[in-house]
């Protein structure tokens, strides 16, 4: 532990903790509404059609995850109001937009001029490589994450669970899930460094999955991910320090055993009290 610690007087593993600590606030309250709205595959597409966003990034010459912000974004609002004004179901609008996205960011990169770029950071993520820049800029996604939560606690607590009932408290239901579902967008593009494209659903579901073991209480299950999505990505952070592998795949497999840890406890509560 001790070298692992010592690890920390460079800049990248500073970098690298901030993100973990960011991440977990952001991705484990906006997670809770996504695990309790039940539209866990709606953050899988989201996720897949930012890809688009970094192909057109790299092509264009800029920043990627700028490129994938804006993808992430429109593709939550339009899978939200396509699904809501069209015929289509809305499992199928996810389709569309996840396999529209991915196909748009490959054809991008191979019509980009020089050298390929190594896609494994954005695909199964590298939380050593997150920049200062980064930092600042999920510091600032935690924060507003949270004042919309609290301020807007109880609307959202209800549109999660009974959208009827909302509606019949005069919340704006709609501009609510549009503003709820372009915070995921950007949760998920800026989780993108530390977990990567293809892991970062689980971010938002694992530690909320295993915080619901406990508690079925909004506010709780919250608080609950949080701290437990902050023990996965830092142990993760250490087996992917010692280890040299992918973040994002030891990351979740932190995660992983935190969740059946969590079942076993659980288990033996039952029994002990049964």
């Not at 507003?144 to 606690?153: D, G, N, S, T």
């Not at 059946?260 to 033996?268: D, F, G, P």
Request: glycine content about 8%; charged content about 10%; hydrophobic content about 55%.
């Amino acid at each position: 532990m001790e070298p692992f610690l010592e690890a920390f007087q460079y800049s990248f593993m500073q970098n690298a903790l901030l993100a973990a600590i960011f991440t977990s606030i952001s991705c484990g309250i906006i997670g809770t509404y996504i695990v309790s709205k039940r539209i866990v595959f709606i953050s899988g597409g989201i996720t897949h059609t930012s890809f688009g966003g970094i192909g057109i990034g790299y092509y264009m010459g800029f920043n990627p995850l700028l490129g994938a912000a804006v993808f992430a974004v429109l593709s939550a609002i339009g899978i939200e109001y396509f699904s809501r004004k069209s015929e289509i179901r809305h499992d199928s609008m996810i389709g569309i937009f996840w396999s529209f996205g991915m196909a748009l960011g490959i054809i991008f990169i191979f019509l980009t001029p020089g050298y390929a770029p190594n896609l494994m950071s954005y695909l199964f993520g590298s939380i050593l490589t997150v920049s200062l820049t980064d930092t600042w800029l999920m510091l600032g996604l935690s924060l507003l994450i949270i004042l919309v939560f609290l301020l807007m606690f109880r609307p959202i607590l209800y549109i999660a669970y009974d959208e009827t009932y909302a509606r019949t408290r005069n919340i704006p239901v709609s501009a609510m899930k549009y503003l709820l579902m372009a915070l995921v967008g950007l949760a998920i593009v800026l989780s993108i460094r530390v977990i990567g494209i293809i892991l970062v659903i689980s971010l938002m579901t694992i530690p909320q999955t295993t915080a619901n073991i406990f508690t079925k209480k909004f506010k709780t299950i919250m608080v609950y991910a949080v701290i437990t999505a902050l023990i996965g990505t830092l142990a993760g952070l250490f087996v992917s320090y010692k280890m040299d592998i992918p973040s994002g795949a030891s990351i979740i497999f932190s995660l992983v055993i935190l969740f059946i840890i969590a079942k076993i406890v659980k288990l033996i509560q039952r029994r002990s009290l049964s």
